[in-house]
């Protein structure tokens, strides 16, 4: 209440941040009256001037109201003229209007614009990337995909060589030296992803000239909502294939699908149990019998079609609480071989289950305690240290196949019972298709992790890939943020302004439109069942066909449009379907979409980058009245004879079939009607058997529909219920956000450290001379090896002074003579100086064995090498660790720092590693020469969830044969001192 009575005063945030910018819109559209008398020459000549007055001194800001205003007279001369864009010739028609140029203030600013369907997006963004584009040092337009990429940098493309700069665009399939020539453009379009891997491999390249990226000083995004929330809750991956495949997805499928069948079985079992208690009047027991089956089959169609009648609902729902509060829920999942938490997107196997999965090896399920077992190991007296190594090396494997067998089973049932086929993904030639939920597309190449896309393999009987194994990894949060500047813009970023805040520091500000939006959107209506949904959503298309009206029905899976298609072409009635198996005309069905009578089912609208015009005899009257009428031209005549308020007569109308768990998308898809003030309406039809109303809000709408008696075929419609859901949303929303923020915290932990790495590869790839840098790690190693075999505590008579020597000898192939090192206690000092006058005399020697030049290419050679190795293990353990660092949780410690801790101390352990080895290749390499290690071959570009960049094994050289077998941790017969499973071990 107060705070809307301080909005009545001040005005909301959207009217402030509009109003601050409105006096640089009017200096702008003076300065732009006068440009008109500019020939193209002087015009054109401007952006040499800007540059020369930003060397004086000048600031982009100072230069914004005149470089924007270059832009919108370079548009206007471009009036009429006609282009090629990706194959289909264009006319251009646009010059910015007062909206758009307050878009553009918004995003020089760095902050977030949103702006409605149909306002034009692509146009603000040239003006905000002139500007920046003249310091010279490249500005990124990142899209959703290479189509728009392409699209938008040759529509775009004109306005900036008119100006002289160049412009560049990144696509999928080119090679480094086409993508360092697009990158040294001032202006580069290309794909979040494009981009996010351009920089993993930037990392990855043994030559400078390699490297294709030439920093990140200023980007903009489009469908930032897109790009930085949907796809931040999974990282970018390259990967190559792992040495050695460990999955028993093949072998432990037909006892998990036998497990499923069980299940099922049992399941209808219950229900038809609870229907029978229920028929007797016994309503506690049979709820207890359908919340067993609820936590055993959710999507059971029995106990779904159970749940629609009255009261079964709020009976499961009451029976839930009550044992969740006394604690009790284990009691219920007892009965079942497992249990599902849809929830939580997870599965817990049950004792009935393990017994049925492995009824004789029943200790295949216990994972040995590592910690006490390694104890009981050490403190044996009677083993020798041998035995004791063979006895860890076994202790190890045996918990490595256990943990293995059991994530593979895990991820078996999630497979069959998490994930719907032709829902989450498609099955085409042979391969499974993971169908991006939030834009309908298939994503080709992009791979489920943690093994789930092999479990679904295994489910539906195709070949399963191979394991692969992370090489360099980032999140597409930890990538923007790299950027000096960021700004973002969408239809749709309102709900989420308080993640961009949080995560990246970017405000939302709310343009307004250039006319009033004239789309009426109405209560959502809702039904007991999806059949009596589908068969509404029919008939009002069929109506709306009738009248002439466009339709465009929404849906959120693939399942859904084609059943909704094959409904329609019962009913005789024709349509097109845009969805992941008909996603090639995207383009062309969009731009058809308004034509009058065209009847569209589309799996999602977000970031299809074509608006959808209305065709001729669509709208009865160019002089519409709804919501505002119109500033100046004659008035629609029909207003009050159709009531068009009631039921708007014209313009595209919006059918959503279920609502999508982010508001966005929704959102979105309402946004496709009513673009520049053009009239349309939106309506979405639910069912109580929705994914979100099922899980989150059909209990207290269910009561309701009890209470009214509302009979099978009856709606109900009212805004309180609109409400009631947007609050699920909201509630799923938060969850969404929270596993995000969850994400980032973790990969944060890996990027400091990231940057460090990458920080060190860089400084090897471009110093021409690391000798500074071989001396420091000298004199690290040099204190660290001391400090373990000498204590200054203690009198130089006690140090370790032969095992000191064995490992300088190992290390630096140098033998150091200590004489008699007397003295006193801590007086360490002079035994440094000893080893370091050592160890650079023998480096001295290396120099001259080798010759300066080829002793500064090995070691630069052998940083990038020692470097590259070290950090794809190091990923691989941090990968290990935060597997199982959630079980920490158990122990009444928080997982986070767990974490944190244990990722610091590795690092360590990585650096002082990494020094060791690169001094070891420096002293011990054989004279011959030195090529560089080949980059791994990229095959192709994939989806983030699952990036794969398969590279050939390299060539292993003939394992050495030894006349025992060699343990794990024993060292390695060929004389280099590591340990043999980090050594020839890793080949065999």
């Given at each position: 209440?107060?705070?809307?009575?301080?909005?009545?005063?001040?005005?909301?945030?959207?009217?402030?941040?509009?109003?601050?910018?409105?006096?640089?819109?009017?200096?702008?559209?003076?300065?732009?009256?006068?440009?008109?008398?500019?020939?193209?020459?002087?015009?054109?000549?401007?952006?040499?001037?800007?540059?020369?007055?930003?060397?004086?001194?000048?600031?982009?800001?100072?230069?914004?109201?005149?470089?924007?205003?270059?832009?919108?007279?370079?548009?206007?001369?471009?009036?009429?003229?006609?282009?090629?864009?990706?194959?289909?010739?264009?006319?251009?028609?646009?010059?910015?209007?007062?909206?758009?140029?307050?878009?553009?203030?918004?995003?020089?600013?760095?902050?977030?614009?949103?702006?409605?369907?149909?306002?034009?997006?692509?146009?603000?963004?040239?003006?905000?990337?002139?500007?920046?584009?003249?310091?010279?040092?490249?500005?990124?337009?990142?899209?959703?995909?290479?189509?728009?990429?392409?699209?938008?940098?040759?529509?775009?493309?004109?306005?900036?060589?008119?100006?002289?700069?160049?412009?560049?665009?990144?696509?999928?399939?080119?090679?480094?030296?086409?993508?360092?020539?697009?990158?040294?453009?001032?202006?580069?379009?290309?794909?979040?992803?494009?981009?996010?891997?351009?920089?993993?491999?930037?990392?990855?390249?043994?030559?400078?000239?390699?490297?294709?990226?030439?920093?990140?000083?200023?980007?903009?995004?489009?469908?930032?909502?897109?790009?930085?929330?949907?796809?931040?809750?999974?990282?970018?991956?390259?990967?190559?294939?792992?040495?050695?495949?460990?999955?028993?997805?093949?072998?432990?499928?037909?006892?998990?699908?036998?497990?499923?069948?069980?299940?099922?079985?049992?399941?209808?079992?219950m229900v038809a149990e609870g229907e029978e208690l229920l028929r007797q009047g016994k309503d506690y027991e049979a709820g207890i019998k359908l919340l067993a089956a609820s936590r055993g089959a959710p999507k059971n169609k029995r106990l779904m079609k159970l749940q629609k009648e009255q009261g079964v609902k709020k009976l499961i729902s009451r029976v839930e609480n009550d044992y969740l509060r006394d604690k009790r829920m284990g009691e219920i999942d007892e009965q079942l071989y497992y249990s599902i938490d849809e929830r939580e997107n997870s599965i817990n196997l049950m004792e009935k289950g393990i017994q049925l999965l492995t009824p004789k090896q029943r200790e295949l399920f216990v994972l040995p305690d590592l910690s006490v077992e390694i104890h009981r190991i050490d403190s044996d007296g009677s083993l020798s240290k041998t035995e004791k190594e063979r006895q860890k090396d076994r202790l190890y494997r045996e918990y490595a196949e256990r943990s293995e067998s059991i994530h593979n089973i895990q991820q078996l049932l999630k497979a069959y019972s998490l994930f719907e086929k032709d829902v989450d993904y498609v099955v085409q030639e042979g391969k499974v298709l993971i169908v991006d939920e939030f834009t309908g597309r298939l994503l080709p190449g992009r791979r489920y992790s943690d093994g789930l896309h092999q479990a679904l393999e295994a489910k539906e009987g195709v070949r399963i890939e191979r394991?692969?194994?992370?090489?360099?990894?980032?999140?597409?949060?930890?990538?923007?943020?790299?950027?000096?500047?960021?700004?973002?813009?969408?239809?749709?970023?309102?709900?989420?302004?308080?993640?961009?805040?949080?995560?990246?520091?970017?405000?939302?500000?709310?343009?307004?439109?250039?006319?009033?939006?004239?789309?009426?959107?109405?209560?959502?209506?809702?039904?007991?069942?999806?059949?009596?949904?589908?068969?509404?959503?029919?008939?009002?298309?069929?109506?709306?066909?009738?009248?002439?009206?466009?339709?465009?029905?929404?849906?959120?899976?693939?399942?859904?449009?084609?059943?909704?298609?094959?409904?329609?072409?019962?009913?005789?009635?024709?349509?097109?379907?845009?969805?992941?198996?008909?996603?090639?005309?995207?383009?062309?069905?969009?731009?058809?979409?308004?034509?009058?009578?065209?009847?569209?089912?589309?799996?999602?609208?977000?970031?299809?980058?074509?608006?959808?015009?209305?065709?001729?005899?669509?709208?009865?009257?160019?002089?519409?009245?709804?919501?505002?009428?119109?500033?100046?031209?004659?008035?629609?005549?029909?207003?009050?004879?159709?009531?068009?308020?009631?039921?708007?007569?014209?313009?595209?109308?919006?059918?959503?079939?279920?609502?999508?768990?982010?508001?966005?998308?929704?959102?979105?898809?309402?946004?496709?009607?009513?673009?520049?003030?053009?009239?349309?309406?939106?309506?979405?039809?639910?069912?109580?058997?929705?994914?979100?109303?099922?899980?989150?809000?059909?209990?207290?709408?269910?009561?309701?529909?009890?209470?009214?008696?509302?009979?099978?075929?009856?709606?109900?419609?009212?805004?309180?219920?609109?409400?009631?859901?947007?609050?699920?949303?909201?509630?799923?929303?938060?969850?969404?956000?929270?596993?995000?923020?969850?994400?980032?915290?973790?990969?944060?932990?890996?990027?400091?450290?990231?940057?460090?790495?990458?920080?060190?590869?860089?400084?090897?790839?471009?110093?021409?001379?690391?000798?500074?840098?071989?001396?420091?790690?000298?004199?690290?190693?040099?204190?660290?090896?001391?400090?373990?075999?000498?204590?200054?505590?203690?009198?130089?008579?006690?140090?370790?002074?032969?095992?000191?020597?064995?490992?300088?000898?190992?290390?630096?192939?140098?033998?150091?003579?200590?004489?008699?090192?007397?003295?006193?206690?801590?007086?360490?000092?002079?035994?440094?100086?000893?080893?370091?006058?050592?160890?650079?005399?023998?480096?001295?020697?290396?120099?001259?064995?080798?010759?300066?030049?080829?002793?500064?290419?090995?070691?630069?050679?052998?940083?990038?090498?020692?470097?590259?190795?070290?950090?794809?293990?190091?990923?691989?353990?941090?990968?290990?660790?935060?597997?199982?660092?959630?079980?920490?949780?158990?122990?009444?410690?928080?997982?986070?720092?767990?974490?944190?801790?244990?990722?610091?101390?590795?690092?360590?352990?990585?650096?002082?590693?990494?020094?060791?080895?690169?001094?070891?290749?420096?002293?011990?390499?054989?004279?011959?020469?030195?090529?560089?290690?080949?980059?791994?071959?990229?095959?192709?570009?994939?989806?983030?969830?699952?990036?794969?960049?398969?590279?050939?094994?390299?060539?292993?050289?003939?394992?050495?044969?030894?006349?025992?077998?060699?343990?794990?941790?024993?060292?390695?017969?060929?004389?280099?001192?590591?340990?043999?499973?980090?050594?020839?071990?890793?080949?065999?």
């Amino acid at each position: 209440m107060f705070g809307n009575v301080l909005t009545k005063i001040f005005g909301s945030k959207q009217e402030r941040d509009v109003k601050k910018i409105l006096p640089l819109v009017e200096e702008i559209n003076s300065i732009y009256d006068g440009l008109k008398k500019l020939s193209d020459a002087e015009l054109s000549g401007k952006t040499a001037e800007f540059k020369e007055r930003l060397a004086e001194g000048e600031t982009l800001d100072d230069l914004l109201p005149e470089a924007f205003a270059v832009v919108k007279e370079t548009c206007r001369r471009l009036l009429g003229k006609r282009w090629d864009v990706s194959g289909i010739e264009i006319e251009w028609d646009m010059v910015p209007f007062d909206v758009q140029l307050i878009g553009a203030v918004v995003l020089h600013q760095g902050k977030i614009a949103e702006m409605a369907t149909g306002e034009g997006k692509t146009l603000v963004a040239t003006m905000p990337i002139y500007l920046n584009a003249l310091t010279g040092k490249g500005v990124h337009l990142v899209t959703v995909n290479d189509y728009l990429a392409r699209r938008d940098a040759q529509w775009m493309g004109k306005i900036y060589e008119f100006l002289g700069l160049s412009v560049g665009c990144i696509q999928n399939q080119m090679d480094s030296e086409e993508r360092k020539a697009q990158y040294n453009c001032d202006i580069t379009y290309g794909t979040n992803n494009e981009f996010g891997f351009d920089y993993l491999r930037d990392n990855m390249a043994i030559r400078l000239e390699d490297r294709v990226q030439r920093g990140h000083y200023y980007a903009i995004v489009d469908e930032v909502d897109s790009v930085l929330i949907d796809e931040a809750r999974t990282p970018l991956i390259i990967s190559g294939p792992v040495s050695v495949s460990t999955h028993r997805y093949d072998e432990l499928h037909p006892q998990v699908r036998e497990l499923v069948r069980k299940q099922t079985a049992l399941v209808n079992r219950m229900v038809a149990e609870g229907e029978e208690l229920l028929r007797q009047g016994k309503d506690y027991e049979a709820g207890i019998k359908l919340l067993a089956a609820s936590r055993g089959a959710p999507k059971n169609k029995r106990l779904m079609k159970l749940q629609k009648e009255q009261g079964v609902k709020k009976l499961i729902s009451r029976v839930e609480n009550d044992y969740l509060r006394d604690k009790r829920m284990g009691e219920i999942d007892e009965q079942l071989y497992y249990s599902i938490d849809e929830r939580e997107n997870s599965i817990n196997l049950m004792e009935k289950g393990i017994q049925l999965l492995t009824p004789k090896q029943r200790e295949l399920f216990v994972l040995p305690d590592l910690s006490v077992e390694i104890h009981r190991i050490d403190s044996d007296g009677s083993l020798s240290k041998t035995e004791k190594e063979r006895q860890k090396d076994r202790l190890y494997r045996e918990y490595a196949e256990r943990s293995e067998s059991i994530h593979n089973i895990q991820q078996l049932l999630k497979a069959y019972s998490l994930f719907e086929k032709d829902v989450d993904y498609v099955v085409q030639e042979g391969k499974v298709l993971i169908v991006d939920e939030f834009t309908g597309r298939l994503l080709p190449g992009r791979r489920y992790s943690d093994g789930l896309h092999q479990a679904l393999e295994a489910k539906e009987g195709v070949r399963i890939e191979r394991e692969t194994q992370t090489l360099a990894t980032i999140t597409l949060q930890n990538y923007f943020r790299l950027y000096e500047k960021l700004a973002g813009m969408t239809g749709t970023a309102e709900t989420e302004a308080s993640e961009f805040w949080e995560i990246y520091k970017l405000d939302v500000v709310v343009i307004p439109t250039n006319e009033p939006v004239r789309r009426i959107d109405y209560d959502d209506v809702i039904f007991r069942t999806k059949r009596e949904k589908y068969n509404a959503i029919i008939e009002e298309v069929a109506k709306l066909h009738e009248q002439g009206h466009p339709v465009l029905v929404g849906t959120v899976s693939v399942e859904v449009s084609e059943t909704l298609s094959r409904m329609l072409r019962h009913r005789g009635i024709p349509h097109s379907v845009l969805n992941a198996k008909h996603h090639q005309r995207e383009a062309e069905i969009v731009a058809l979409a308004g034509q009058k009578g065209a009847v569209t089912i589309a799996t999602n609208m977000a970031g299809r980058g074509t608006d959808i015009k209305l065709g001729p005899g669509v709208v009865r009257h160019p002089g519409c009245r709804l919501v505002a009428p119109p500033e100046e031209g004659e008035l629609c005549p029909h207003y009050e004879e159709l009531k068009c308020w009631e039921d708007v007569p014209c313009g595209l109308r919006i059918i959503g079939t279920e609502r999508h768990e982010a508001r966005r998308i929704d959102r979105q898809l309402r946004g496709r009607s009513g673009r520049q003030g053009d009239p349309g309406s939106s309506r979405f039809y639910l069912s109580l058997e929705d994914d979100l109303m099922r899980l989150f809000g059909s209990e207290r709408i269910a009561a309701v529909m009890d209470r009214l008696g509302v009979k099978e075929g009856e709606v109900i419609r009212h805004p309180m219920v609109t409400r009631a859901i947007e609050r699920a949303q909201k509630r799923v929303e938060a969850q969404n956000f929270s596993i995000r923020k969850h994400l980032l915290e973790y990969d944060d932990v890996m990027n400091r450290q990231r940057e460090v790495i990458y920080d060190r590869r860089l400084h090897a790839l471009e110093g021409e001379d690391l000798h500074q840098d071989i001396e420091e790690m000298i004199d690290e190693v040099i204190e660290g090896k001391i400090s373990s075999y000498v204590d200054p505590k203690l009198y130089p008579e006690e140090w370790d002074l032969e095992g000191l020597k064995e490992e300088l000898r190992r290390l630096f192939l140098v033998e150091v003579d200590f004489g008699q090192m007397g003295g006193k206690k801590g007086d360490d000092q002079k035994l440094k100086e000893l080893v370091r006058d050592a160890v650079m005399l023998a480096l001295q020697r290396r120099e001259a064995e080798l010759g300066a030049e080829q002793l500064r290419e090995l070691e630069r050679l052998a940083t990038l090498q020692v470097i590259d190795e070290r950090w794809k293990e190091h990923l691989y353990e941090l990968d290990q660790l935060k597997e199982g660092i959630g079980l920490r949780a158990y122990g009444q410690k928080d997982p986070l720092i767990e974490y944190k801790r244990e990722a610091f101390d590795m690092f360590l352990e990585l650096l002082d590693r990494i020094n060791q080895e690169v001094l070891e290749v420096i002293f011990k390499a054989q004279l011959r020469p030195l090529v560089a290690p080949r980059e791994p071959e990229r095959i192709k570009e994939v989806h983030p969830r699952a990036q794969v960049f398969a590279s050939p094994a390299p060539d292993a050289p003939a394992p050495i044969r030894v006349k025992k077998k060699v343990g794990r941790n024993d060292p390695c017969p060929c004389g280099s001192g590591k340990k043999y499973k980090n050594c020839c071990g890793r080949l065999v």
